[in-house]
């Protein structure tokens, strides 16, 4: 489908996948996803770490997160996140992902402009050539229930361009691509807590001054993205990309404004990482927009004012 290639939308990131498993991991509330439409946002991406829990009480905060979003003429993207035990190759872990798609697709049979992304970042013990062999079975899984439904697919080595490249795609019409991009991550990832000596990496910038190599390599990477999709015969989105709230603010909007704008440029579709944790693009407890960042996502639109 064209319309997936061609998204803007935005993570909620830590609603349902907080790094200390708390949910909800902050309140959404209606009016969040009425300035999220507002601003020109087009779609949601919904982490949710079904991994772990049973079905209750996730799964009814998930649906009704999915409804309000399609009631105000959102997409959304529910992406499979935090699958621990694939990535630490727990006997078992594939036939739980499997079966978790199984019932997934069932509960939303039916519901439209809503997409599965099948698995966030494979690593670790799920390799390139594992995630080779486990994609099509899950795949399976949710085609045994819904014949069309798009489902989002990205590479090994944590949805990078490079496992995009290694990525055996099944024969599917319904497939969109999708890397996540936070290069250079010691620029994205400085100070991040949950990043092994990232703390080293503070005061990092990034030079993106117009012809800057440092805007060149986001070209070149995305570039190789976008070719091996055309290749592949599948629209590509980058489907996170965001820099952790201790990079400097000024770098910070200057390179999710380059990546966007090369996005677009390039036919992909987008998907910022995130709407309000420590990414985020608002102001939670000052019911604002960070309007720096905002407009460099969504340079062209109106937007309404905050909470
Ligand atoms: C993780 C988040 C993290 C983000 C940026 C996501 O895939 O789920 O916890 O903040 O990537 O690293």
Redesign the pocket.
């Known amino acids: 489908m064209d319309e997936w290639g061609q998204i803007r939308g935005v ?1 909620l ?2 609603l349902l ?1 907080a ?1 200390d498993g708390v949910f909800p991991g902050w309140p959404l509330l209606p009016e969040h996803l009425d300035l999220i439409a507002g601003a020109g946002f087009d779609t949601v991406r919904l ?1 949710v770490r079904w991994w772990g829990h049973e079905p209750g009480a996730l799964d009814e905060t998930a649906r009704s997160v999915v409804d309000l979003a399609v009631e105000r003429d959102l997409s959304v993207v529910l992406s499979m ?2 699958a621990d035990g694939l990535m630490t190759g727990e006997p078992g872990a594939a036939q739980r992902l499997i079966q978790l798609w199984e019932r997934i697709s069932q509960e939303y049979a039916g519901v439209p402009h809503l997409a599965f992304d099948l698995l ?2 494979p690593r670790d013990a799920l390799t390139p050539g594992e995630w080779n062999q486990l994609l099509p079975q899950a795949l399976a899984a949710v085609r045994a229930q819904d014949a069309t439904r798009t489902v989002i697919v990205g590479g090994a080595r ?1 949805n990078s361009v490079e496992g995009l490249l290694e990525l055996v795609v099944p024969e599917d019409p319904h497939l969109v691509l999708s890397v ?1 991009y ?1 290069e250079p991550f010691a620029f ?2 400085q100070g ?1 807590f ?2 092994k000596g990232a703390d080293a990496w503070v005061g990092t910038r990034w030079p993106g001054e117009p012809g800057h190599a440092a805007r060149l390599a986001v070209t070149q990477d995305l570039t190789r993205a976008a070719e091996r999709a055309r290749e592949l015969g599948h629209r590509l989105v980058v489907g ?1 990309f ?1 820099a ?1 709230e201790r990079a400097p603010q000024a770098d910070r909007v200057a390179w999710a404004g380059w990546v966007r704008a090369e996005c677009e440029r390039l036919g992909l579709g987008w998907i910022f ?2 709407f309000t ?3 985020g693009v608002f102001d939670r407890e000052a019911g604002a927009w960070r309007e720096d960042l905002r407009s460099a996502l969504l340079p062209q639109e109106g937007v309404r004012s905050g909470l």
């Open positions: 993570n990131g830590g996948d790094r982490p996140h935090h966030n970042e944590m996540h936070y994205t990832h991040a949950w990043e996170e965001g952790y990482w995130d944790t420590d990414f």
